[in-house]
């Protein structure tokens, strides 16, 4: 016999695109408790009482919340908060926003932030005398778009005793001048040169920064996302404290998941110390049961880790750990039963991962931890099988793979014909890969629907760019199910959520639009109206 409930919340006049196995609609959803209790217009009704409150759709679009697979938050509020250049168009304009911070902050000691696009600078390397012209003296340290890299000025690099005379560390490279003086540019592990210099973040401050990168993930309809960070990186503290106060608190209305770091560093020592820190992450939101290992860098700085050179004669790239140290790392996590979430951009970096891993899974027999490899930029055609072959999730930011000026100025000119093997998505999904969709914001628009749009056109939703490698471009369901049930399977969640059925947790978005009526060319037009994380409304859009 069925149980009878007076729903909390109803949502009536459909569509409701369920992101079931079946990819079905409905037209109505009932919550009670925080779970859904109906779906459907004939079991919804029944559920409907005086103490019900009922939002019509109207037509507009609701489906599961939107799953982030690869995010920053913490990073992404923190840099909100302080000299924030993302929303920055070009060097001018950059320099007008850092110089209306110094002015507005004159008792700030240092000028931190970032979000400046390495498109932007020639070769993608600013210099330190622009920034000296709008930082009043004041050390400077702004990281760039993708968190491979600062941009610093005379009085940082002073601070920090970095000359001509510093030596290059193993994962890193200072950008130099004719006369081999730091020019203002840190690659990689450069930046930890910097770190102890740097003014140290409170607790406070680190929680302001989580709860004003939930708020703007919530106004996305983000309900979920994997915090890819948890560790010292970039001059931050580690974060899992912040994340069990915020849990503890109640202040965590999201769900989260987090990879602890991996210090490249250090050796296996680690791994105890990593075990010790996961047991007590377990809280009512949050859990941190993977472990992130950076195994390379990005093309357009050359240190994404390729199988053969970057044309002119710029190397290739950088592997992060030697192929002894990663075998043993990921045998052990392994078979300690902790996921791994591999930083992978270059097929060297790809590949290596993937050897590894069937490696593992030889010595320590199938484990089902649902390992993750995210970014996946190069992929050589013969390793495309292997994903579904090793049960590994291709975790995607699918707004990378635009024709914006990284990939034409700073990628395209040094892969020659393997450009055609970036961001094979369609590849991926047809050879029977796992796709999880996340936007690792800060390093690129929080917007699902901006990401969604360009899986789809392979395009940035208001450019008018050729798309690019149209033929890996995914369908609008497909792109969908990426960012809700793919990112749930992946981080063991899809009993919870991702999906729209009776039993699970009443995480929901509703659109302003139903996308799937629309053009794909105007995808991207649709935005949040409401979120909803475990029958409560964490985002509603003003009218």
Not at 366 to 373: A, K, S, Y
Not at 410 to 429: C, D, F, H, K, V
């Amino acid at each position: 016999m069925e149980r009878c409930y007076s729903a909390d919340t109803a949502f009536v006049g459909g569509p409701v695109a369920t992101m079931d196995s079946a990819r079905s609609f409905s037209d109505a959803v009932a919550v009670h408790d925080g779970r859904i209790t109906g779906v459907g217009s004939a079991a919804v009704r029944e559920q409907v009482t005086a103490r019900t409150e009922v939002i019509d759709l109207r037509g507009r679009l609701l489906l599961p919340g939107f799953h982030d697979a690869h995010a920053h938050p913490v990073y992404g509020g923190i840099e909100r908060l302080r000299c924030d250049l993302s929303c920055g168009n070009g060097v001018a304009d950059y320099l007008d926003q850092i110089s209306d911070y110094v002015q507005a902050h004159p008792d700030v000691e240092w000028v931190l932030g970032g979000g400046w696009e390495m498109a932007a600078f020639p070769g993608g390397a600013p210099d330190r005398q622009t920034l000296d012209a709008v930082t009043a003296g004041r050390p400077a340290y702004l990281l760039n778009r993708d968190h491979h890299g600062a941009w610093v000025n005379t009085a940082a690099l002073h601070r920090a005793g970095i000359d001509r005379n510093t030596p290059d560390p193993p994962d890193g490279r200072i950008e130099r001048d004719s006369a081999g003086n730091p020019s203002g540019t840190l690659h990689e592990g450069t930046t930890r040169l910097m770190e102890p210099h740097l003014p140290r973040l409170s607790a406070d401050d680190y929680l302001a920064g989580l709860l004003e990168g939930q708020r703007y993930l919530h106004a996305r309809g983000v309900t979920f996302w994997h915090d890819a960070i948890i560790g010292r990186y970039l001059g931050y503290d580690d974060t899992l404290d912040i994340y069990r106060e915020a849990d503890r608190r109640g202040l965590l209305t999201a769900r989260v998941r987090g990879a602890l770091w991996w210090d490249r560093a250090r050796g296996l020592e680690q791994i105890s110390e990593l075990l010790q820190r996961s047991e007590r992450s377990t809280g009512h939101k949050f859990s941190a049961r993977t472990v992130k290992i950076m195994q390379d860098g990005v093309c357009e700085n050359f240190t994404a880790a390729l199988l053969q050179p970057y044309l002119s004669d710029k190397g290739s790239g950088l592997s992060f750990l030697d192929a002894e140290l990663l075998d043993r790392a990921v045998q052990q996590l392994d078979a300690a039963g902790l996921q791994l979430h591999f930083h992978t951009v270059g097929d060297r970096a790809v590949r290596d991962v993937l050897d590894a891993l069937q490696r593992a899974s030889r010595r320590n027999g199938p484990t089902g931890l649902r390992h993750q490899l995210a970014h996946l930029q190069l992929v050589h055609p013969s390793d495309l099988p292997r994903f579904e072959q090793l049960g590994v999730v291709a975790n995607i930011q699918p707004a990378w793979a635009v024709n914006d000026p990284a990939m034409t100025d700073l990628t395209l000119p040094y892969l020659g014909s393997r450009g055609a093997w970036q961001y094979p998505y369609r590849s991926l999904l047809r050879t029977g890969a796992v796709l999880a969709s996340g936007s690792d914001w800060p390093v690129s628009e929080a917007e699902p629907m901006q990401s969604i749009h360009a899986a789809v056109n392979r395009q940035e939703y208001g450019e008018d760019e050729a798309p690019f490698l149209p033929e890996q471009a995914l369908t609008p369901l497909e792109a969908f199910a990426a960012y809700t049930t793919g990112t749930a399977w992946a981080n063991h969640m899809e009993q919870l959520t991702g999906s729209i059925s009776v039993g699970k947790a009443a995480d929901l978005v509703v659109l302003d639009r139903n996308p799937l009526e629309l053009p794909t060319a105007e995808l991207g037009q649709a935005r949040v109206d409401l979120t909803m994380v475990g029958g409560e409304i964490v985002h509603q859009r003003a009218p």
